[in-house]
């Protein structure tokens, strides 16, 4: 059976940066036709409920309709370590982040917190991440089966390490290259999950293994690869000595077959101009992630990028302080404002959705609420809170009434997730209709 969601719409019919603020559409009363995981139809909510006397309604009432947030760089593996004080990158790693990551050798232990992870992300209204997991084959199955669970599309892969990193935390060029491939087989285009080839960054891998799995890319060029690039200064210096051959960071990624349309490069905050241009011309992408970068004291993003690399948005969990796309939507306005550039609210939940979306070569499927689109579906509730509310009430506009619950919205905001044309509650056997035909808000919370 068809559903009809009815509610306001938001959508693009572009990119806000480089063609301006009108390509960000809004629409008050307006519905979705939601069918086979799909978006059917999108229009003016009384004209498609005539037009489908079928269907099932949800009556959202004020409420956004928004596609689900993308957040195109996580490591659902620091889950546990999230908000874990006082260090920068390095020591950071080294006291937090590793020893977290070895318990992932417990295949059980990676089952728990992906589910764990997964349950945390959708109730904050994210249908899609892209994530890194650890070096362990197990914690790739444990993500991609919570993803299929919650049929979501996921992005995720092996996180590749063979030196400067614990014991217990190394691979191999060879095993990274074999492992790598075993699961890019077993999992890649099942389902909505896609394999993304993952070298942690230079510091922890050979420039063996950065080739082996350069060769890995060339034959399934159709995979992502993720990485880091220039997040904080001690990080360069450390790949200077590293690398002394090379130029510059993105160079020992370059040489070794890791540049490329579908490279994905997180933080590329310290960029020179050759790397800028570099990036432009090879069909990159970088991602921003504001929380981390200020979190961890890694510096501020320059949003200049937008005008020539497609530029997704990200919590970076857990080095980024929050698992929310507001909360990272209202860091990047922030960092922002540090470099003097005020970015519209249109702006902002681009980058949340259709931005994140086309940095990982998705923007056909997920990011927006289009025909055709999957069906995954973000209800925004614009006076969650008192001080939302009251901020939202004297509004004169779309944008005006969005800006507060971009600031200071959080999983209170978020009323549903449609996640390939179905609720949650739907996914475990329960409509949230209840037996009077009334939607009953938060009842199924995730
Ligand atoms: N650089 C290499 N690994 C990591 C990581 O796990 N988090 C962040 N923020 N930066 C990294
Ligand atoms: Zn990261």
Known sequence: MADLLLGQLIWFEGDPFREGLSVARHMTHGGLLLDAG?????????????????ARVTDYGDCLLSAGFVDAHVHYPQTAIIASWGKRLIDWLNTYTFPEEARFADPDYAALIAGRYLDLVLARGTTSVCSYATIHPASVDAIFQAAQARGMRVFAGKTCMDRNAPDNLRDTAQSAYDDSKALLKRWHGVDRLSYVITPRFAPTSTPGQLAALGALWREYPDCLMQTHLSEQPAEIAWVQALFPQSRDYLETYEA??????????????????????????????????????????????????????????????GGGSSFSMLRTMAAAYEVAQLRGQSLHPAQLWWLATCGSARALRAESQIGNLAVGM?????????????????????????????????????????????????????????????????????????
């Open 38 to 54: 799909r978006i059917l139809a999108r229009g003016d909510g009384a004209t498609l409920r005539m037009a489908h006397p079928g």
């Open 256 to 317: 070794q077959g890791l540049l490329g349309p579908g490279a994905v490069f997180g933080h590329a905050i310290h960029l020179t101009a050759r790397e800028r241009a570099r990036l432009a011309e090879a069909g990159a992408s970088v991602v921003h992630c504001p929380t981390s970068n200020t979190f961890i004291g890694s510096g501020l993003f320059d949003m200049g990028l937008t005008a020539t690399l497609p530029v997704g948005l990200a919590t970076d969990t």
């Open 374 to 446: 999957e069906a995954d579906i973000a209800v925004i509730d614009l006076a969650s809170t008192p001080a939302i509310a009251q901020a939202a009430a004297r509004a004169d506009d779309l944008w005006q009434a969005l800006f507060p619950t971009i600031m200071m919205g959080d999983d209170r905001a978020v009323r549903d997730v449609w996640v390939g044309g179905q609720t949650a509650a739907a996914r475990s056997g329960k409509h949230p209709l209840n037996a009077a035909g009334v939607f009953s808000m938060k009842a199924d919370r995730l």
